[in-house]
């Protein structure tokens, strides 16, 4: 049963600080370093055995890497895991040669390996980075940290915090199980975990001050777990949404964080000198659980009004997309449990489970689904036929919104993760800016694995 066994195992846990985010080194060269290793780490707390897990820099999340727009990435990786991996930066326009994806963009790095990765950085915002080889495995292992791209003029804030979410499958001992790739995970709903964390750790507490503004850049970095938050006693305004900033507006009931995505709020804390408001996580029905809770101090308040400045961000220098001339495509999903798989494939337990356009790749023979020319609109229905979520994420190029379910959006809307609800349709439409070829596929990383994965080439 979700989350019961989180339950017994935070019974005990210490009252956790907010786990601190680690800095990251330099090389000589003033490139960031980063290597990945096994390491062991306290995710339960008090009481309980530190975890086996695969980290960045020895810690998960990894370091968060912070940069300026404009500014360029340089980061000196080495692996030293027991096999091969990559790493993509999910949600930057980078140059294709930088992407990330084994067979398709860069050879993998093999164990003791290195490769050196270095980009401009176009976009200002919240993104986030994980390995794209054994992905589903490699992720749920602790993989995964938050890469922030500063603006050049950021809103004023008191306090700028980074709450990266996890989940893992652990056990009594707070062991990670070993079942990646189990059969049940791919046909449902992926690895869904039983310890939700928040940078690494149960976190019973967050401190905050009576009047102070946060921004908070919230990162989905689960296989498969969707987050849909509501933050009692507070009214967040959302500033962006996988980094692309959108006009700011009140969360509508809750905050979904589908895995992949990413939401900029900015909190007014609106509370009074020693009181508590939790933050809940009700997306599943009938597993509603505390994600933390919010601990005002006993300082007298910051400020008596909530500070009277702008929290609209600057937009991203994205390409518009030329509707009228666009090429349209559908991206129609099908398979799953209580679905089935098209053209007479048959559902084995090594897969596959799912199928975009009748095709299922398992393993690396990915021939492109779509093919367009460089600087061509591409305006992209998908069509989820099956019972269950998929947060479809495109890499390379950041997507206006335009249609869910038939509607037009509310507001302007960019994104890298689009999540579709189970037979919802969204449209969607980009320019192809840049030539290579770009991975379409479900951010349930055991779906993508079991065949929801496409490759869109530009030539
Ligand atoms: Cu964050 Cu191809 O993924
Ligand atoms: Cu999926």
Redesign the pocket.
Known sequence: MILTRRRLLAGTAALGACAALPRTARAADGAVTLAAAPARRALVGKGYPETDVWAYGGTVPGPALRFRQGDAARIAFTNDLPEPTTI?W?GLRVPNAMDGVPHLSQTVVPPGGAFHYEFALKDAGTFWY?P?ANSAQQLARGLSGAFVVEEREPPRVDRDLLWVLGDWRLDKQARLTDDFGHPMDGSHAGRLGNTPTLNGAIVEEVAVRAGERLRLRLVNTANARVFGLDFQGHAPQVIALDGQPVEPHPVAGRLVLAP?QRADLIVDMAGKPGERFDVVDSFYPRQTYRLTRLAYGAEAPLRDSPLDAPVRLTPNPLPAPDLAAAVRQDVVIEGGAMGRLPNGMRMTPEGPFWALNGEAPMGHDLKPLITVKRGQTVAMQFVNDTAWWHPM?L?GFPFQVLKRNGAPVARAEWRDTELLPPQGTAEIAFVAEEAGDW?L?C?VLEHQEAGMMAVLRVS
């Open positions: 993509h999910h994980h794209h992949g994420h890499h991975m596929h951010h």
